[in-house]
């Protein structure tokens, strides 16, 4: 469905003449970006968006420096893959953009379940310490496992 919604804005896209520079230069960055995908190992495409291309420089972004200095070690190569592939490169050029999380990860609710003898033993331990953080801690648990009735 969504690439059926895609050829249709691609269509409706190209059918106005103003866009035209628009379209092409996005169809070109996108067949970029499969080669620059392809040639670079998994890990490392996961880590790499093409940002631009502009003047025979293709503009690379990487999502944190360790990812940068590889691509700016294979520059050359990709550089030369991509004039065979007759794309105008002269050069390549990386930053660093670290990415946003696209999806937060929902905090999981950790689950632990203790035997009644286990939370028996916690709460004698709670009684026997003196007034402290790791006290304080051990309280929350103990109430949060309904073993220790609320002050």
Known sequence: MTRLRLTKL????????????????T???????VLVHGFLSADLAR??????IRDGNLALI????????????LGPALSQLLLERRFQVNSVSVRVQPNRPRMAAPETQKSVHFSTHALAS???LYRRLAPSPAREALAK???RHGALPED
């Open 122 to 124: 916690l709460r004698a």
């Open 62 to 73: 990487a999502a944190n420096s360790a990812a940068a200095a590889k691509l700016r070690l």
């Open 10 to 25: 691609d269509r409706i896209l190209s059918a106005q003449g103003d866009l035209q520079p628009l379209v092409a230069k």
């Open 27 to 33: 169809r070109d960055l996108r067949a970029l970006t």
């Open 47 to 52: 880590e790499t968006r093409v940002g631009n």
């Open 141 to 143: 648990m103990l109430r």
